[in-house]
Structures are given as C-alpha cells and as structure tokens.
C-alpha cells in the first residue's frame, strides 16, 4: 500500500537552507561540502558507500538544549505544539527535511525518539507502530534508509538501576518488551542494525549490586535478542555500544575488549558485534583506532558513532568530530579488513548549547561530513602507499622463518622452546621501531 505523503510537504523548518552540495576545496561556501564528494571512488568503493553516513535523530532532533544547570536554549519550531503527537509528527517532518537537504543516506533512532511521550508500555508500543508506518513513508518517498534502531533503557525512572540488567524482573519484562517492539519496527524499516546501548547495565556501588547475577543475566538477555532476531528474519547485525562509565560509575559494556569477555562467556561470538564511539573509546583510556583495531582483530566491528570528546574535562560531551588525523588512524586500522559492510558512520554529536540557530546544526553535520570524508582520502594514500604494511611485514618476517615456524609448532612445549636460546646461541637482537618516522609519514599524507 503507497504511504500517504506527510501534511507538512508544504513547511519548510530550514527555509534559510538549500540541499547541501559538493562545491570543492575552492569553496567558501560554509553551506557545501569541500570534500565529500560522494560519487568519487576511493580504494575502489564510492566515497558514500565507503562511509555509509547517518544523522542521528537524538541528539538533532529531540534534544532542546538543556543541560543540568539550565533550561532548553534552542526554542525548535517542532517542539512548539503543546500537542505530543503534532510535536511528534512535526519533528519527523524536520528531520527527513534535515536528512534531504543535508544528502546523506541513512539515519538513527531510539524508539522515544520518534514516538510521543508514553506513560506506559501499552502506549509506547502503540506510538512506536504509529511511527514506524509514519516512517516507512518518508523512507519511501525520500530513499533514506535507517542505519539502525534501538530502544532507550535508561531514561525512564523505572531504569534508574538498569534495563536488562535490572535486579527487578518487571522491569527487565518491560525492557525486553521495547528491546523486541523496537527490533521489530527496526526490521519492517529495513535498518541494516540494530544497537544494545548498555545506558544503565552496570552499577553505581558494589555495596547494593550482585555482579555475576546481573552478568549472567546480561548474557541470557543478550541470548534471547539473537534468538528473537534469527526468528524474525531481521539480517542486520546485532551491535552492543562499549561505554565504561557515565551515566553509571562502572558499565558492563566498558569497551571492546570487555564485551568479547561478556560474547566469549556467553557464547556469542559471532552473533553480535561492536558500534564504537569515539567519545566513549576516549572515557576509557583507550584511542580511537585502538577501539577499531580491537574489533578488527577480534572479528567484532560493526558500526560507529562519529563523534569526539573534550580534550580537558573527558566528559562524553558528544561534540563534531573534526580532527582529521584521529580519524585518519581509525580508517587506517578499518579499512585494510574491508572496511563497513552493514555498519556506517552516525553523527552521533551535537551542536553546542550555545549554538541555537536551526542552521547550526547544518554547519555542525557539514563540518563533521567534511573531516569524515577528509580523513578517508588520507587513509587512501597511506594505505595506497604500502608504507605501513611493508613496515608491518618486515617487523614480523621471522615468523615465517625456521625459529618462528618452530616456536608456534602445535607440538612444542615450553622446556623445548626456552632451551633454544642457549642451545643455539641466539641472543636477540634490537630493530628500531621507528615510531617517529611512521607518524611524519601519516601527518605527509594528509588531506
Ligand atoms: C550515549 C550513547 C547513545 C547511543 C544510543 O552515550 O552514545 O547515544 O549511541 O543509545
Ligand atoms: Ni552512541
Ligand atoms: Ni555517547
């Protein structure tokens, strides 16, 4: 059945704004892209296929401005209806104008996102088919696709000590109630994801938490989603977000390494892998590329949330990311394995408080597409160049040689191993590593 077009095809929410195009490096036009040119081919794929782009609809749509100390700055004009579904209804307006104007292919939800507030689980899972038929509609007639789905565990009260991880079982019922609603609205919409962001799965004390229940029960409830997804038919990958703290002092999703221990111990390695985030790489400790080397070498990439952090407080402040070499080192280490396949790049970043106007968010997207787009034409040179990876394989060239070959022969044994040394005088010797000649050859090579 043909969706009804939208009663607000005649409003325009970003009348200042004409569809964002590429005008080239040259451009002095704030409102262009100087590098995103989505049709160029780069490392044999198209820019846009490469980077899969998403707006998220959180962060640009729902939030008004409010932080902790103050009220919302930003006065919406789709937050202006006093009633929920027309304030509902004209912000899916706004933002598929925002996701055509803007050109990139996909976007993101929660499924309190895109619904009006619900009092209760009847309601919410009422207002959430609404919304997706109301969005099946827009995909339609806009050819944007949903990069993925996923339900909010962690703003509701009722999920203040957790979702699925809650020591309550009704509210876990209610959580798996979203998480199977959600996932299910996520496949009629074709998303190539679904995401388990973990907001309140972990603990604020120990003092009051049973820490291998509440895992044990993580794993059984992560289980279940697989099984309801492979039931389903959904052919999208299942994605947990790695986060170690905030809101919750310790989370059990901590990051990548911490979640293939939670797939490992529960057996579904495989079954579900990793949406990195910048931000939350940063807030534990770890780099970018080291998040995404990680899930490389585990076999657990899946998605990212482009965002960055503030270098001095830490904070998860979700900001544009627009450090062109970070990123470069990322695809460095992504896009040798083969880069994206179901997962893409969602902004999840947003404007600061201070930048109120509509346009804003504009210039915050075009900034964050640019440095994107940037960095993946960076990469294409130092990957093209084979610098790195010579490098790689000369370091590691013994192990392909006779001593290499033996030490990792299934039938050695330690004693026979260690005796090596002395018996054959091997010494071992140093190599430079040259660290500092690998970076200039990163920062030659940017674009
Ligand atoms: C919060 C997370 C959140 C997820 C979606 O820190 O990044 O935005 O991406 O729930
Ligand atoms: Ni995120
Ligand atoms: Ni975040």
């Given at each position: 059945m043909p969706h009804p077009s939208s009663s607000y095809d005649d409003v325009s929410f970003f009348p200042e704004v004409d569809p964002i195009i590429f005008k080239g490096p040259g451009s002095d036009d704030p409102l262009s892209y100087q590098y995103y040119d989505k049709g160029r081919t780069v490392l044999g794929r198209r820019m846009e296929d490469h980077l899969r782009m998403a707006v998220c609809y959180w962060h640009t749509f729902c939030w008004d401005g409010f932080d902790i100390f103050g009220a919302g700055t930003f006065s919406r004009a789709w937050h202006q209806p006093t009633d929920l579904v027309e304030a509902a209804d004209q912000k899916m307006a706004a933002a598929f104008e925002f996701f055509e104007k803007l050109g990139l292919p996909y976007y993101c939800f929660h499924d309190v996102d895109i619904t009006p507030p619900s009092p209760n689980p009847d309601d919410l899972a009422r207002n959430l088919v609404r919304a997706a038929d109301h969005l099946a509609g827009y995909q339609e007639r806009?050819?944007?696709?949903?990069?993925?789905?996923?339900?909010?565990?962690?703003?509701?009260?009722?999920y203040a000590a957790g979702g699925l991880t809650n020591p309550d079982p009704e509210v876990v019922a209610c959580a798996l109630r979203q998480v199977r609603d959600c996932l299910n609205a996520t496949h009629q919409l074709g998303g190539a994801n679904y995401v388990l962001w973990g907001g309140r799965e972990g603990y604020d004390t120990l003092l009051n938490t049973d820490l291998r229940?509440?895992?044990?029960?993580?794993?059984r409830f992560l289980s279940l989603v697989v099984e309801h997804k492979h039931k389903i038919g959904f052919k999208g990958k299942i994605l947990i977000e790695p986060k170690p703290h905030e809101p919750m002092y310790h989370q059990y999703d901590f990051d990548t390494a911490t979640i293939y221990g939670l797939l490992k111990q529960f057996d579904l390695c495989g079954e579900v892998h990793v949406n990195i985030e910048p931000n939350h790489a940063t807030l534990s400790g770890h780099s970018f590329a080291h998040e995404i080397a990680t899930a490389v070498s585990l076999?657990?990439?899946?998605?990212?949330?482009?965002?960055?952090?503030?270098?001095q407080n830490g904070w998860d402040t979700d900001q544009f990311n627009l450090d062109v070499r970070d990123i470069t080192l990322a695809l460095v280490e992504l896009l040798p394995s083969g880069g994206?396949?179901?997962?893409?790049?969602?902004?999840?970043?947003?404007?600061?408080?201070?930048?109120?106007?509509?346009?804003?968010?504009?210039?915050?997207?075009?900034?964050g597409v640019d440095a994107l787009a940037r960095a993946l034409l960076s990469a294409e040179k130092i990957i093209e160049a084979g610098v790195l990876e010579s490098f790689k394989a000369d370091r590691y060239s013994g192990w392909s040689q006779d001593l290499g070959a033996k030490l990792l022969h299934e039938?050695?044994?330690?004693?026979?191993?260690?005796?090596?040394?002395?018996?054959?005088?091997?010494?071992?010797?140093?190599?430079?590593?040259?660290?500092?000649?690998?970076?200039?050859?990163?920062?030659?090579?940017?674009?």
């Open positions: 806009s050819g944007k696709k949903l990069l993925w789905g996923t339900a909010n565990l962690f703003s509701h009260p009722r229940r509440e895992r044990e029960h993580l794993g076999d657990m990439m899946g998605s990212i949330d482009i965002n960055c952090g503030n270098a994206l396949d179901t997962g893409g790049f969602n902004f999840d970043a947003k404007v600061r408080r201070q930048s109120s106007h509509p346009t804003d968010l504009f210039y915050g997207h075009i900034g039938a050695a044994d330690l004693d026979h191993l260690a005796d090596h040394a002395s018996a054959n005088g091997v010494n071992g010797s140093h190599h430079s590593g040259r660290q500092e000649y690998l970076e200039a050859f990163v920062n030659r090579n940017l674009v």
